[in-house]
């Protein structure tokens, strides 16, 4: 189980690129974290293995949108 600290930085790192899919889609934050977190890139964001949260939010963000044009 990831430690306090790195949940903090994939929360961190949701957030923001939850802002920026919002930003970019003109919906509110709130609409787009729920629709964004029953995402694999969600799981993804969460899973200390694959290491997506150390590429920053831009990376996150771009992942969902793949995910979410197939």
């Not at 939850?18 to 890139?41: C, H, I, R, W, Y």
Request: hydrophobic share 40%; glycine share 2%.
């Amino acid at each position: 189980m990831p430690s306090e600290k790195t949940l903090f930085a994939m929360d961190i790192n949701t957030l923001l690129a939850v802002e920026q899919l919002a930003k970019e889609k003109g919906k509110s934050p709130e609409s787009v974290l729920l629709d964004f977190m029953e995402s694999n890139t969600a799981k993804m964001a969460y899973d200390d293995a694959t290491k997506l949260w150390w590429d920053g939010p831009a990376s996150t963000a771009e992942c969902y949108k793949e995910e979410v044009e197939k």
